[in-house]
């Protein structure tokens, strides 16, 4: 079956930096775009960043300049380099991969949460 797998997060301070990771199974990932989508206490999930086979990266607003996403297609993963970490990035950050072919299934990860206070 398909697993997202997150690791990586955890509490840090304004300022820092956190790298996250996801592994992927059960996919042939070469041929899902993968992405990373946060949500806040008493908010919508949202797009943080995507990457998609053979495209450039594409990134929400509020984090253009201080995060990467990056995938490594021999190891079936997804990262997520966040600089430069702000209180407001406080969010479970959930990973997330669509196919591009057929019926486009999506699939999600547990989440990892990410706390960014001093």
């Known amino acids: 079956q398909v697993q997202l797998v997150e690791s990586g997060g955890g509490l840090v301070q304004p300022g820092w930096s956190l790298r996250l990771s996801c592994a992927a199974s059960?996919?042939?990932?070469?041929?899902?775009?993968m992405g990373w989508y946060r949500q806040a206490p008493g908010k919508q999930r949202e797009l943080v960043a995507i990457t998609m086979p053979g495209d450039g990266p594409t990134y929400a607003d509020s984090v253009k300049g201080r995060f990467t996403i990056s995938r490594d297609n021999a190891k079936n993963t997804v990262s997520l380099r966040m600089n430069s970490l702000k209180s407001e990035d406080t969010a479970v950050y959930y990973c997330n991969a669509v196919s591009r072919i057929g019926a486009r299934p999506s699939f999600w990860g547990q989440g990892t949460q990410v706390t960014v206070s001093s």
């Open positions: 059960g996919i042939i990932f070469s041929l899902f775009d």
